[in-house]
């Protein structure tokens, strides 16, 4: 028997999923929408400002630490000309969205974890549904230091919205800064959250750090 265990109907214009359940079977099945909200929506600051600073370039490489539903990944993509441009998720029972969706989780899947991994699940199909077709995008699930140990001093930028804890902020500062090239830029999301700037702060002087408003902060990467 197939017991449809949850439908998560985002909107008209957003990718919709349904988890089933068949026999001892949990699996999420998705399809695609007609348009995402990412490219329709206004780009973040961090967006507005890798414009302006990197303008006239067509080449140029990106991360994004967080990825979730890879809307914002999506709106990165389209306003920059990136020749790589790569989402890192661990997209597992970890970060802010999990943690905040545990109460909510508890009270439809019966008290159960279950749906921590089922609402990961379906950000993850859902990331994959909206990247799939751009060649020029790459999801990697990892956790974000373990991913960062991988890869070269390559990215012209990169964006922080993974974990919110002090200790992810701090970790992600300390391995991704010397990723990036010199001239390169590293930012990330939530400023306003406390443990956001503790983390970003433990690892940077304050006199390094710009603040672009709604949420987004950026460092330039000096040095080698
Ligand atoms: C705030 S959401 C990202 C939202 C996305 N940047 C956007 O704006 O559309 C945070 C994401 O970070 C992921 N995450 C949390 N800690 C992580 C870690 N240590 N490594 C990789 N991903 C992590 C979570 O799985 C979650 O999907």
Redesign the pocket.
Known sequence: MVEVLKDWYIGPDRISSQVVVAGDEICVKAWKGQRSW?IHNKP?KFIDFLTDYFKGRDDLVGA??????????C?LNYHLKCKLLIG?????D?????DSHREIGAAVVDGKDEWNYLW?AN?YLEAWWRTHLLRNVMLIR????A?ASLMGQVFDFV?L????MRK?LE??CRCWYPKIVKGGILGG??WEVESVQAGVRDYFVDSKITYLGDADWYVVKEGD
Not at 64 to 73: C, H, K, P, S, T
Not at 94 to 98: A, I, K, L, N, P
Not at 142 to 145: L, M, P, T
């Open positions: 990412d973040r994004e630490i967080g990825v979730y539903r890879a809307e914002n990944l709106s890192i998720d661990c997209w597992t970890r970060g802010e969205f999990t990961m950000s990892g956790y974000s230091v991913t964006y919205d993974g974990g919110h992810d970790s992600d999301h939530d």
